[in-house]
């Protein structure tokens, strides 16, 4: 009885840290689409500072944060190469 009610914690914790990802997922996408407008010189200056800065984050966060923070700015700008390279032509614009 206890053995099933731990594995039905861990199956719930489970669902909650692929929802969670999911989420994250879906942030990075939206994020990057909308950094693939942007000039590419000032998205890659925008991720290098923001790269460059993440040892002022406060250390109580801890080493693995921080790292997953840096993974994740590293992720985004992987995405932003794809959407690039994805993107529909823009549409031409119409003269009024």
């Known amino acids: 009885m206890m053995a099933q009610r731990i594995d039905e914690r861990v199956a719930a914790l489970e669902r909650a840290a ?7 997922f879906a942030i990075q996408d939206v994020l990057a689409r909308s ?5 590419e010189t ?5 991720i290098a500072d923001l790269m460059a800065h993440s040892h002022q984050l406060d250390p109580a ?15 985004i700008l ?10 529909p032509a823009s549409p031409p614009q119409s003269r009024a």
């Open 78 to 87: 992987d995405e932003v190469e794809h959407a690039r390279r994805h993107m």
């Open 35 to 39: 950094l693939a407008q942007m000039p």
């Open 42 to 46: 000032e998205c890659r200056r925008m």
């Open 61 to 75: 966060l801890g080493m693995e944060r921080i790292d997953s923070y840096r993974e994740g700015l590293r992720a």
């Open 18 to 24: 692929l929802a969670a990802e999911g989420s994250v």
